[in-house]
């Protein structure tokens, strides 16, 4: 049954990555792994690029996208509900139980860890994405990594811009140089 | 004193009020339709829609409701909706809340994930992914430098990052198990800190 499977796995994702959007990367990674089938690790880059550029939560973007191509419209709106049932379950509870929750020491102490470790398990998520986008094999794609560096010093000098613009910025570059090279 | 109408400016004390679901699904509907990147972007739009507008609660409660959103698993965006929803209708209104706050996203994505699929093998559209890749691969990794600089903040940090960074790499050890295992290292370290000191 497809559909259950797709609502697990989200779920999963759901109750497992803190910090956001881009901290459930490292576990649609995992699932490019468990479940060729469904994404790609090229799919996930275009995800990400189309999550970024519309509006709505990037994490609920990607958990749609990746649930449509899965299984149509319904399975992105499986994937979806299966990505926010643990929040919802979450929240209800810390409402009612908890209250600072929030200022809690021993809450405070464990992300202390955690949000190292989130950073880390992005980074993971990059050197993937790298790994299909600027390399291939041992080989260095050389107009990517070029436009890689490039578009890494714009984007920490230009702070305030949209990263919409950048996503254009970078469909512009791929028509002008006919990437993927 | 029951004023109803606008409250007065420059002073915080206002009368909260009730929310309809109708209401609550429409206004997080907006919120997840107009802003882009959700999470931290969604701020500024949460406060014009629920203090601002409905004053269904106040700066202070927004803060909170975001500080622990940010804390606890899942979508920031998400777990704020379920947040507000159920503070102002209970489960209800919390499930009411996150479903309008996602739906846009649900609409939207598939409508262009549609059109991608069958436009796919067209070569125009092929060479302007190439490049949006690799701003993809850009832009994240501005946003970890920005996480970088707020999360590894002594040496013991910057470690558990580098171990967490080759463990994943090289060991391919699960996200899944990376999560419970940063919490205790996170415990551990406070507590060996607090006694040292």
């Known amino acids: 049954m497809i559909y259950l499977a797709l609502y697990w796995e989200f779920f999963k994702i759901g109750l497992f990555s803190l910090g956001g959007g881009l901290a459930t990367l490292p576990f649609l990674y995992k699932l490019a792994e468990t479940h060729p089938a469904w994404i790609s690790a090229q799919t996930i880059a275009d995800m990400i690029a189309i999550s970024e550029s519309t509006p709505g939560p990037i994490g609920i973007n990607m958990a749609t996208f990746a649930g449509f191509q899965v299984a149509g419209a319904v399975g992105g709106l499986i994937a979806t509900l299966g990505e926010i049932t643990p929040s919802i379950i979450i929240i209800i509870l810390i409402a009612r139980f908890l209250t600072a929750f929030d200022k809690n020491q021993n809450v405070k102490d464990a992300f202390y860890g955690l949000r190292p470790a989130v950073v880390g398990l992005i980074t993971f998520a990059l050197l993937k994405l790298m790994g299909v986008t600027l390399f291939h094999g041992q080989v260095i794609h050389m107009k990517e990594t070029i436009l890689y560096g490039v578009l890494v010093l714009c984007i920490l000098i230009w702070k305030k811009v949209h990263p919409f613009i950048w996503i254009l910025v970078g469909s512009v570059a791929g028509l002008m140089f006919q990437l993927p090279s | ?197």
Not at chain 2, 177 to 186: K, R
Request: contains cysteine; positive net charge.
């Open chain 2, 1 to 197: 004193m029951r004023p109803v109408g606008p409250p007065s400016d420059g002073q915080h004390r206002m009368k909260k009020r009730e929310a309809g679901l109708w209401e609550l699904y429409f206004s997080f509907f907006k919120i997840g339709g107009l802003t882009f990147g959700g999470g931290y972007a969604m701020l500024p739009m949460l406060q014009r829609e629920v203090i601002d507008r409905h004053h269904w609660v106040d700066e202070q409660e927004v803060l909170d409701i975001y500080a622990i959103g940010q804390c606890t698993p899942g979508i920031i965006a998400v777990n704020t909706a379920t947040m507000i929803g159920y503070r102002k209708r209970g489960v209800l209104g919390a499930i009411v809340a996150t479903l309008g706050e996602v739906t846009p996203s649900l609409l939207i994505i598939i409508t262009l994930a549609s059109i991608l699929l069958r436009l796919q093998d067209n070569l125009w559209i092929q060479r302007a992914f190439g490049g949006i890749r690799v701003a993809v691969c850009a832009l994240i990794t501005q946003a970890i430098v920005n996480l970088a600089k707020k999360s590894l903040v002594d040496w013991q940090t910057i470690l558990l990052y580098l171990l967490v960074v080759g463990a994943s790499t090289f060991a391919h050890l699960s996200p899944l198990a990376v999560v419970p295992l940063a919490i205790v290292y996170g415990l551990m370290v406070q507590h060996l800190k607090r006694r040292a000191a």
